[in-house]
Structure formats: structure tokens, C-alpha cells
């Protein structure tokens, strides 16, 4: 297997929250892929997927973009392994995950880290990024970005849906960690690459949780290069 996996200047520095829900998908089911750094304007190599954005994976023949096209591929191909939504109902329930995920938490987090992002881009993906992000948000990266600190406490207000779950269980899907903890904890792994900003307090369940999905897998997140709160 080969994972095309979003990478900063650095090719150790790993940031796309998409990609990570699929690492720990993949460690998950016990599967190993080998990951290729992938930038912004690296489009060629991903033209065999018909699309120009990762993550994607390849396996041997069969080539799948998407994360959550990935994960139910990995799903359905990898049955006798163990099983990333816990059944077919709670499969579902987890696309709603998904789907909360992408548009607000992700949502949110673009606005805190667009200069962030920039400031670890490979030289060749910076005017890309700017360019791009400018003509979606209608104003420079810089102003996007300002009043960070208004702009964290309404991404913590936004979390409130999972900070209840977790106050009454360790991890989102139930005791242990499923697809779904690995759809939210992606979100954390984005920040956590690229910035220093502090997102959650320490006395936050979120805080405890994302703690434990950092150990998770032998310590795969913790030992990523980033920045810890």
C-alpha cells in the first residue's frame, strides 16, 4: 500500500487532518502503507486518481481518494480485521461525524490556521496557498486569520457535542476508539502540526481524550513533528 500523505517543507511534518483519520485507520486494521509526501502543487502525481487531492491510497491495482471513501474501502476489503464503525448501523452514524467534522470544526480551525499553514509551506506551494485561499475567503491570509483569540472561543463552544460524550465515556465511539475518534482527533493532529496555539484547556475532556489518542498506536500521533500545547 501507498498513502499519498500532505506534507509541509519539512517532509516529516504531516498536517492534513483528512490524511490522519486514514493513518490511524490503517494502523486500526493492522495495516502498514508506505507514505509518500505530497504538496499543494504536486497535482501530476495524483492524476491517476482523476482528482487532485489527497488523501489517496493506493493498493496495489485500486486507487482510492477521499478519506471517507478510503475508510470504506479499508472497511469492506479488510473484513477480517478489526472493524473501524463497530456495524453497518453505527457506520452511519459515523458519516454524520464525518459530516460535523467537515463543516464546523474544520470550518472553524481554517480561519485560526490559515498563516500558520503558510508559514510551513514548501516554497514552491506558497503562492498556490495564497492565491487560492485569498480568492475563497475574499481577503488576505492575514486578516483571515486575525482575532485568534475570539475565534478559539467559539471553536471551544463548538466542540460542546463531543465535550459531552466524552465527560461520559473515554473515547466518542464508546470504551475504545473507532473511525469516529479518529474523524475528530484528524482535526486536532492539523493544528497541533503547523501551530502553537493552545486550543483547549487542560481541565477539558476533549483535552483527556485527545491525550490518549496522542498514545494511541504506540504513540503514532505523539511522535509526529509538531507542536505540543
Given at each position: ?6 506534507a509541509?517543507?519539512?517532509s516529516a511534518?504531516r498536517f ?6 486514514i ?5 486500526h486494521?493492522?495495516?502498514t ?9 504536486d497535482k501530476?502525481?495524483l492524476?491517476m486518481?482523476?482528482q487532485g ?7 496495489g491495482d485500486?486507487?482510492?481518494s477521499?478519506s471517507?471513501?478510503?475508510a ?9 480485521r478489526p ?5 453497518a ?8 461525524i464525518?459530516s ?8 472553524a480551525?481554517?480561519?485560526?490556521l490559515?498563516?500558520?499553514i503558510?508559514?510551513?509551506l514548501?516554497?514552491h506551494?506558497?503562492r498556490?496557498?495564497?492565491e487560492?485561499?485569498e480568492?475563497r475567503f475574499?481577503?488576505?491570509l492575514e486578516?483571515v486569520?486575525?482575532?485568534r483569540d ?8 463548538s466542540?460542546?457535542?463531543a465535550?459531552?460524550?466524552?465527560t461520559?465515556?473515554?473515547?466518542i465511539a ?7 475518534d479518529?474523524?475528530?482527533f ?6 497541533r ?6 486550543l ?5 475532556p476533549i483535552?483527556?481524550w485527545r ?5 494511541a498506536?504506540?504513540g503514532?500521533?505523539r511522535k ?6
Amino acid at each position: 500500500m501507498k498513502l499519498f500523505d500532505l506534507a509541509g517543507a519539512e517532509s516529516a511534518r504531516r498536517f492534513s487532518p483528512y490524511c490522519w483519520r486514514i493513518k490511524l485507520a490503517l494502523a486500526h486494521k493492522g495495516l502498514t502503507a508506505e507514505t509518500i509526501p505530497w504538496r499543494f502543487t504536486d497535482k501530476d502525481a495524483l492524476a491517476m486518481s482523476g482528482q487532485g487531492r489527497v488523501p489517496v491510497l493506493l493498493d496495489g491495482d485500486k486507487v482510492v481518494s477521499d478519506s471517507w471513501a478510503i475508510a470504506n474501502y479499508l472497511e469492506d476489503s479488510y473484513q477480517d480485521r478489526p472493524s473501524l464503525f463497530g456495524g453497518a448501523e453505527a457506520r452511519r452514524v459515523t458519516r454524520f461525524i464525518n459530516s460535523w467534522a467537515d463543516t464546523v470544526l474544520n470550518a472553524a480551525l481554517v480561519r485560526l490556521l490559515l498563516t500558520d499553514i503558510y508559514a510551513h509551506l514548501h516554497e514552491h506551494d506558497r503562492r498556490y496557498f495564497r492565491e487560492s485561499r485569498e480568492k475563497r475567503f475574499g481577503m488576505p491570509l492575514e486578516q483571515v486569520s486575525a482575532d485568534r483569540d475570539t475565534k478559539i472561543i467559539e471553536f471551544r463552544q463548538s466542540l460542546e457535542p463531543a465535550r459531552i460524550i466524552l465527560t461520559a465515556q473515554s473515547y466518542i465511539a464508546g470504551d475504545s476508539p473507532l473511525y469516529a475518534d479518529y474523524i475528530v482527533f484528524g482535526c486536532f493532529m492539523w493544528p497541533r502540526s503547523i501551530s502553537s496555539i493552545r486550543l483547549l484547556a487542560s481541565d477539558d475532556p476533549i483535552f483527556s481524550w485527545r491525550e490518549r489518542m496522542l498514545d494511541a498506536f504506540g504513540g503514532l500521533a505523539r511522535k509526529a513533528p509538531g507542536y505540543a500545547e
